[in-house]
């Protein structure tokens, strides 16, 4: 079936209700994206990598997808099974006229009109067609990473590394002539995760490796944590990133915890841990530290509750598209960690992301606390994020920010993806935002001004990241 140039909802006025709020896009659909927080893989962007199929760059992986089309009935051998690529794409066009009125309608179709070229909704009878053409287009130089990063005028790519990467594909692509920043980010889970007993002793002998410092103590273990940062700032990192359901509810070392840290890495018992969250958060403490002397950026992920099934975590591991929303208290938590850092002047720019609606404010409310007048927008409320990354959710984020702090200082999206795809949601932002702003603006609640509010709009949109990360 060829495919067909009939008119869908994804038109230039799609999500921009007036003319004002097409007025207001327009100053912002074409500037550069800063995404400072993906989890692209650096050793595609350095070898420049062409995908085969559409469902090896679009479909494999991505636990959004995944997750509807379980609840849609569809045998797991088409969605993280042996299926062909072929017969996974289908699966999922198939699907896609089932999902309208959730944002993987919006997100799927945005990233097959560019940079594909397609403008008619996927289903399963165009399924081939549209399977065909777009592979033909993936072995296109300008669909290979670096070209799709281009054609989204991509500025950074902030990716998600572990400390004990060596970091040699950011190398490679920071001598090349590759326009686009790639940079590391510094993303610790494995140094605090001392729950897991094996992993974590198996992690402690590939961190002595790397820093060169035999491990045999808490300071010997936090030297070649700041080793690692040392050596991640030198190749260009400049934003740390970590993830908790809530901040640990302890923070500092004891003799005892330090005494019980050296028997526990001689590994003379088959004992677990005591305080597990106790050592996070201290060693959490002792790194933000570390960030604020690099004057990096510090990221917070907050909320989510991980691998709620424990039948798919066995067969498939992490990101099988098992994580939901968590109830935890956050505010007392968040408070206490960032009064620790700021009572001693150590407390980074700092981005705190919400993945419970319910908590909007707290967040929002959380950031103005700690402002201090050297950086315009230290605290940053992060954009919506994973379950409220879609229009509702950014909505009510931008709301929450707007009424208790200062929107004209948001950075404004990150994708937080693992798909080059994914720039889509930079549009699907920009779009969402302006027509917010259009709709105050007809409203009366805001200046019927269009440079005025289109200037504040270009400062979200890239300019207030540029100058946040310091972006040359």
Same mark, same amino acid.
């Given at each position: 079936?060829?495919?067909?140039?009939?008119?869908?909802?994804?038109?230039?006025?799609?999500?921009?209700?007036?003319?004002?709020?097409?007025?207001?896009?327009?100053?912002? *659909?074409?500037?550069?994206?800063?995404?400072?927080?993906?989890?692209?893989?650096?050793?595609?962007?350095?070898?420049?990598?062409?995908?085969?199929?559409?469902?090896?760059?679009?479909?494999?992986?991505?636990?959004?997808?995944?997750? *509807?089309?379980?609840?849609?009935?569809?045998?797991?051998?088409?969605?993280?099974?042996?299926?062909?690529?072929?017969?996974?794409?289908?699966?999922?066009?198939?699907? &896609?006229?089932?999902?309208?009125?959730?944002?993987?309608?919006?997100?799927?179709?945005?990233?097959?009109?560019?940079?594909?070229?397609?403008?008619?909704?996927?289903?399963?009878?165009?399924?081939?067609?549209?399977?065909?053409?777009?592979?033909?287009?993936?072995?296109?130089?300008?669909?290979?990473?670096?070209?799709?990063?281009?054609?989204?005028?991509?500025?950074?790519?902030?990716?998600?590394?572990?400390?004990?990467?060596?970091?040699?594909?950011?190398?490679?692509?920071?001598?090349?002539?590759?326009?686009?920043?790639?940079?590391?980010?510094?993303?610790?889970?494995? *140094? &605090?995760?001392?729950?897991?007993?094996t992993s974590f002793l198996n992690y402690l002998q590939t961190?002595?490796?790397?820093?060169?410092?035999?491990?045999?103590?808490?300071?010997?273990?936090?030297?070649?944590?700041?080793?690692?940062?040392?050596?991640?700032?030198?190749?260009?990192?400049?934003?740390?990133?970590?993830?908790?359901?809530?901040?640990?509810?302890?923070?500092?070392?004891?003799?005892?915890?330090?005494?019980?840290?050296?028997?526990?890495?001689?590994?003379?018992?088959?004992?677990?841990?005591?305080?597990?969250?106790?050592?996070?958060g201290a060693v959490l403490l002792c790194l933000s530290r570390?960030?604020?002397?690099?004057?990096?950026?510090?990221?917070?992920?907050?909320?989510?509750?991980?691998?709620?099934?424990?039948? &798919?975590?066995?067969?498939?591991?992490?990101?099988?598209?098992?994580?939901?929303?968590?109830?935890?208290?956050?505010?007392?938590?968040?408070?206490?960690?960032?009064?620790?850092?700021?009572?001693?002047?150590?407390?980074?720019?700092?981005?705190?992301?919400?993945?419970?609606?319910?908590?909007?404010?707290?967040?929002?409310?959380?950031?103005?606390?700690?402002?201090?007048?050297?950086?315009?927008?230290?605290?940053?409320?992060?954009?919506?994020?994973?379950?409220?990354?879609?229009?509702?959710?950014?909505?009510?984020?931008?709301?929450? &920010?707007?009424?208790?702090?200062?929107?004209?200082?948001?950075?404004?999206?990150?994708?937080?993806?693992?798909?080059?795809?994914?720039?889509?949601?930079?549009?699907?932002?920009?779009?969402?935002?302006?027509?917010?702003?259009?709709?105050?603006?007809?409203?009366?609640?805001?200046?019927?001004?269009?440079?005025?509010?289109?200037?504040?709009?270009?400062?979200?949109?890239?300019?207030?990241?540029?100058?946040?990360?310091?972006?040359?």
């Amino acid at each position: 079936m060829a495919i067909s140039n009939k008119k869908t909802i994804f038109t230039d006025q799609f999500l921009l209700e007036t003319k004002m709020a097409s007025n207001l896009y327009h100053h912002v *659909a074409d500037l550069p994206i800063i995404d400072y927080h993906n989890h692209l893989p650096a050793q595609e962007i350095a070898e420049n990598k062409k995908y085969k199929t559409i469902t090896e760059i679009w479909l494999k992986g991505d636990h959004y997808k995944w997750r *509807a089309m379980r609840a849609l009935g569809v045998n797991e051998k088409f969605i993280s099974g042996n299926a062909s690529d072929e017969e996974k794409f289908k699966a999922w066009a198939s699907s &896609l006229p089932q999902l309208i009125r959730n944002p993987l309608f919006h997100w799927s179709h945005l990233e097959l009109k560019r940079p594909f070229g397609i403008h008619e909704y996927l289903n399963e009878k165009n399924a081939s067609a549209v399977y065909k053409k777009c592979n033909s287009l993936l072995n296109k130089d300008q669909f290979a990473t670096q070209g799709i990063l281009t054609n989204y005028k991509v500025e950074l790519v902030g990716t998600t590394d572990d400390p004990c990467d060596d970091l040699a594909a950011h190398k490679k692509i920071a001598k090349s002539e590759f326009a686009t920043k790639v940079l590391p980010t510094f993303r610790p889970d494995k *140094a &605090l995760n001392i729950a897991d007993k094996t992993s974590f002793l198996n992690y402690l002998q590939t961190l002595e490796k790397v820093s060169g410092t035999k491990i045999n103590s808490i300071n010997t273990f936090l030297l070649a944590l700041e080793s690692r940062v040392n050596y991640f700032h030198q190749n260009g990192c400049r934003i740390s990133d970590h993830a908790f359901t809530k901040m640990p509810s302890q923070i500092t070392f004891t003799t005892a915890l330090e005494k019980e840290f050296i028997q526990f890495i001689q590994n003379k018992n088959s004992a677990a841990f005591s305080r597990p969250e106790q050592f996070a958060g201290a060693v959490l403490l002792c790194l933000s530290r570390m960030y604020c002397k690099k004057g990096w950026v510090q990221q917070f992920h907050l909320g989510a509750i991980r691998n709620n099934n424990a039948k &798919l975590f066995a067969r498939i591991g992490l990101d099988a598209g098992t994580d939901s929303i968590g109830d935890e208290l956050q505010a007392a938590l968040l408070s206490n960690f960032l009064n620790a850092l700021d009572q001693t002047d150590e407390l980074a720019k700092t981005i705190i992301y919400n993945n419970n609606p319910s908590d909007n404010e707290v967040f929002a409310t959380m950031c103005g606390n700690f402002s201090d007048g050297k950086w315009k927008g230290k605290m940053q409320f992060g954009s919506g994020w994973w379950f409220l990354d879609q229009k509702d959710g950014m909505e009510k984020q931008m709301n929450a &920010l707007s009424n208790m702090g200062v929107i004209s200082t948001f950075i404004g999206m990150t994708t937080d993806s693992r798909s080059f795809l994914s720039y889509s949601r930079h549009e699907y932002f920009r779009r969402i935002i302006c027509n917010l702003f259009a709709q105050d603006m007809v409203k009366g609640l805001i200046p019927n001004d269009e440079k005025w509010i289109a200037g504040i709009l270009k400062n979200i949109c890239y300019f207030n990241a540029k100058d946040y990360f310091k972006i040359n």
